[in-house]
């Protein structure tokens, strides 16, 4: 069956055709793959082609698609039961492991999703605060619950803008969005505001409006105005966590937020997320505090099997070097190419993450972002598709490269983009 043929089956029985919106194409034109199996760095489609995969289930196939350790610790658990709504050892392992390899997660609950995290996260820093207000910065993504669902206002102090119709205008009200990397901003919303404000949450690297990377002070100076507010910080390393070495990258930038949000790559490819942080605050949760929080599948056995085995590959392998290699690799044979030949397409890239802008911006926030032109990463998109290479279909997402990418991978990735330039 063709590509075409389930996306028009799909769209009678599932809105818009797809489970998740940016699968539907619409960043990029065209009909939306449908992938039959995936093993290493490769995907295999249901017309039977086979495709180098950059975009990696969106970073959580850190190892590659199909692990083999990983699948046979799926395998065996399945076989010893995939779900009980009782407590298993496993959970404790895993949750130990988080703690010993995180700097400042005292205490840790495992959910099922990025989005389940966040709103934990954020409803622990207001029943601790006992204030309602958070700062979130443009071009962040947190998920889809209601107050992460607000973009910039008219104005630094109206408080946001609803970006999803069903979200509560009181709920925009009590969000104040500022620009990413703009201390200035925080400063002015803190300075009139301080005393509303429960956290300020930030993706540490922004990895949802493509690659951006924090100025060197912005996290510390973050750090800073959420101590003067009394507010907590919180880093939302649904991406970040565990992508750039075995760790988070508060670690990386010595900065400690009060809360943490994990995902991706501590499930291992299953929905598995995580919300943790210093004990004072995580300790307020159900049973032992006031602060309601529950889930049947969380702390999934399956998806904790495949969560521990990946940490403890990534642990032993230690392909983070490599990956970052790779990156710089194809950051710099694309952009030497394009300023040769005066083209304004530029590769960000930080460890084996990156994102091709149509610009040359170089990008601080999401006005920075804006300037990339999206009809022309579209068409680069498809020419790069056609070669045999799978980007993310979108200007606004982020590439990886995964413990299983080669230096063969990353040549014949630049070479299709050079030749769609």
């Avoid at 209601?146 to 973009?151: F, G, R």
């Avoid at 992508?243 to 400690?256: D, I, N, P």
């Avoid at 943790?276 to 602060?291: E, K, N, R, T």
Wanted: hydrophobic fraction near 40%.
């Amino acid at each position: 069956m063709t590509h075409a043929e389930l996306f028009e089956r799909a769209c009678r029985v599932i809105p818009g055709g797809v489970n998740s919106p940016v699968r539907a194409f619409n960043g990029v034109g065209g009909t939306p793959l449908y992938v039959t199996s995936g093993k290493a760095q490769k995907i295999t489609t249901c017309d039977a082609r086979e495709l180098v995969d950059f975009c990696c289930s969106w970073g959580a196939m850190i190892l590659g698609h199909a692990h083999p350790e990983v699948t046979e610790a799926i395998c065996a658990q399945a076989g010893r039961g995939t779900t009980f709504g009782i407590n298993t050892a496993i959970e404790v392992d895993l949750a130990e492991r988080l703690c010993a390899l995180v700097p400042g997660l005292e205490r840790v609950r495992l959910v099922n999703s990025g989005t389940e995290a966040v709103m934990t996260a954020i409803r622990i820093a207001r029943g601790v605060t006992g204030r309602k207000g958070i700062i979130k910065f443009d071009g962040c993504y947190h998920g889809h619950s209601d107050s992460m669902l607000v973009s910039a206002g008219s104005g630094l102090l109206t408080g946001g803008t609803l970006s999803s119709l069903g979200v509560s205008h009181r709920v925009a009200s009590d969000t104040y969005v500022a620009p990413y990397n703009d201390i200035n901003a925080v400063k002015e919303i803190i300075g009139q505001k301080g005393h509303e404000i429960a956290a300020i949450i930030v993706e540490p690297v922004a990895a949802n409006m493509g690659l951006v990377c924090p100025d060197p002070t912005f996290l510390s100076k973050l750090r800073h105005e959420a101590d003067r507010c009394g507010a907590l910080l919180i880093f939302d390393e649904v991406i970040d966590g565990f992508r750039f070495h075995a760790s988070t990258y508060a670690k990386l930038a010595g900065v400690q937020p009060d809360l943490f949000t994990l995902g991706k790559v501590i499930g291992g490819g299953l929905p598995l997320a995580a919300v943790g942080g210093y004990s004072v605050f995580m300790d307020q949760l159900a049973p032992m505090g006031g602060i309601y929080q529950a889930g049947t599948l969380s702390g999934n056995p399956l998806a904790v099997a495949a969560g521990l085995k990946t940490l403890e590959v990534l642990e032993r392998d230690d392909p983070y070097g490599r990956m970052e290699e790779l990156g710089n690799r194809l950051a710099k044979t694309v952009n030497e190419a394009a300023v040769e030949k005066g083209k304004p397409v530029r590769i960000a890239n930080f460890k084996g993450v990156f994102t091709l802008f149509c610009s040359e911006q170089t990008m601080r926030n999401l006005t920075d972002v804006r300037t990339s032109d999206v009809a022309e990463y579209a068409r680069i998109f498809h020419a790069v598709l056609d070669a045999g290479y799978y980007l993310p279909p979108s200007q606004f997402e982020v590439g990886f490269i995964s413990a299983a990418h080669t230096q063969a991978d990353i040549d014949g990735l630049s070479s299709a983009i050079l030749a769609a330039m």
